[in-house]
């Protein structure tokens, strides 16, 4: 709808909004306002019946390897994705 002139405002999720205004080639007609509202961090899922704490476990560790070694901010670089701290697990 902003890209359309249908609204002056719009509040998005940063990653998707960036991506479709980039697409329709018009990152000279968005202003990209800052502070964000609000900084949602992604998180994986794991079933609650299957409950395999050793799984988790073991995709916890490699997710962490992944962050060790900068293979995570590459990919976000790569894609033009903005690049947040490494979270520590809330458990």
Known sequence: MLLRHR???????ERNALFEV??????DDVAFLYPPL???????GFSKLKND???????NQAL?????RDVISDLQRKQGLKI???MNSPR
């Open 84 to 86: 947040y701290p490494k």
């Open 38 to 44: 609000r900084v949602m961090l992604g998180y994986f």
């Open 64 to 68: 962490n390897r992944l962050h060790e």
């Open 22 to 27: 980039q697409k329709e080639n018009q990152m």
């Open 7 to 13: 609204g002056d405002l719009l509040a998005a999720n």
């Open 53 to 59: 704490q050793a799984f988790q476990q073991r995709f």
